[in-house]
């Protein structure tokens, strides 16, 4: 079973800096199916980048994901005030499929 | 567009079966393409994926280790939805509960693109 450990547990930026969030994995796994998702309270989790840095459907291009084996990272460039929020990794290349913890995204 | 649509309980007594509907417009439970899955998330366990069920020439699941042995997804292809069932609940399968499909063409995966709306389900007698 994968393990996802994400970093930091919360980020503290101004609108138009840039976010660093880290994903590591126990293990590698299939094909870089790592996928980040952006959460807001109250809502579902929506996709935001699949297959390590592909970049879901309608999502800005400030968005951008890299990384392969077991270290992957999500970048949000010039962030905007909606960005601020909380985002999770999550392993879909082997089954049992695995969420990072999350790492919160705040307005300093 | 694909859309779910879920629906079920929101409270459930301990030992009791906690089961779930998600009802799904715009594409096909049968699909060969996909996934159909359940994931959940309280504040103590984070999201934690559940299961999932899906069609390649006959039905498969995967579950979690965690609930492996009171888990279970079923597909209804006469209503094009699938349901989760998990038996014997405790105050720890709190949670809000969501379906998601994992979506895929030819082979290649693109993780959870479409997302139910989410039922809040409370174990409590």
């Known amino acids: 079973e994968i393990v996802l450990t994400q970093s930091p547990g919360t980020l503290s930026l101004s609108p138009g800096e840039t976010a660093t969030l880290s994903c590591r994995a126990s293990?590698?796994?299939?094909?870089?199916?790592l996928a980040w998702y952006q959460q807001k309270a109250g809502q579902a989790p929506r996709l935001l980048i699949y297959?390590?840095?592909s970049r879901a459907t309608g999502i800005p291009d400030r968005f951008s994901g890299s990384g392969s084996g077991t270290d992957f990272t999500l970048t949000i460039s010039r962030l905007e005030p909606e960005d601020f929020a909380v985002y999770y990794c999550q392993q879909y290349g082997s089954s049992p499929r695995a969420f990072g913890q999350g790492t919160k995204v705040e307005i300093k | 567009q694909v859309h779910l649509q879920q629906s079920g309980p929101g409270l459930v007594k301990p030992s009791q079966t906690l089961s779930l509907t998600c009802a799904i417009s715009g594409d096909s439970v049968s699909s060969n393409n996909g996934a159909w899955n359940w994931i959940r998330q309280s504040p103590s366990r984070g999201l934690e994926w559940l299961g999932r069920?899906?069609?390649?020439?006959?039905?498969?699941?995967d579950y979690a280790v965690s609930v492996k042995s009171r888990i279970t997804i079923n597909p209804d292809t006469s209503k094009n939805q699938l349901s989760l069932q998990l038996t014997s609940v405790t105050p720890e399968d709190t949670a809000v509960y969501y379906c998601?499909?994992?979506?895929?063409?030819?082979?290649?995966?693109?993780?959870?693109?479409?997302w139910g709306q989410g039922t809040t389900v409370t174990v409590s007698s």
């Open positions: 297959g390590a840095s």
């Open positions: 293990q590698s796994f299939g094909a870089n199916y």
């Open positions: 069920t899906y069609y390649r020439s006959k039905w498969y699941n």
């Open positions: 998601a499909r994992e979506a895929a063409r030819h082979y290649y995966y693109y993780g959870l693109d479409v």
